[in-house]
């Protein structure tokens, strides 16, 4: 979570172990790396976590700035970032209230973070203010299905896992949201993870690029 509320001990201690176990794998890297196509420069990545897009950050890169508000999270990412061929320093605490001037960045990397934030829309406008004329906002993030069948079970699945998952939301429509704070969607791909059909309200991916 990239928010500015107190987390309780679940959301310190269990949350950022699950993140950590359950997004990687062959499936969900191949997408990792796809996100991180492009990038250059400065990198601002919201909701840095365990570091798990650390191996696909590409050469161009110069360094990335770390916003990420669990602790654990940071120390678990130790080893990744020490074998990062990219300097990583952790910036800040909340994804809504962004400590960087106007326009500091290159580019903004997002991975499964925007369903958490509390004021997604802040957040978006945090991220337009920060990059630079022609800088690009790179997005991995699961959220609203593709039909109506699923998002009812969206909306009837949020109140459970918002609870369980550090306050994670099913319904968000990240190219919608991006587009209103006035990121401009030039790159998306929507598709499922593969796995059981009834997992499909958790595992409908966008990932874009907007700018």
Known sequence: MTGTSTPGWWERRVVPRLVDATLRGPEIDERREKVCAGLSGRVLELGFGSGLNTPFYPVEVDS??????????????????EGSAKP??????????????????????????????????????????????????HFLEHGSGPTERIRRWQRRMEPIQRRVAGGCHLTRDVPHLADAADLQVTMLEQDFLGGPGFMRPWTYLSLGRAS
């Open 88 to 137: 990583v320093h952790r910036v800040g605490l909340d994804g809504q209230a962004l400590d960087a001037d106007d326009e500091a960045y290159d580019a903004v990397l997002s991975t499964f973070t925007l369903c958490t934030i509390p004021d997604v829309e802040l957040a978006l406008q945090e991220v337009r203010r920060v990059l630079r004329p022609g800088g690009t906002f």
């Open 64 to 81: 990335v700035d770390a916003v990420e508000p669990s602790d654990l999270g940071w120390e678990r990412s130790e080893a990744r970032r």
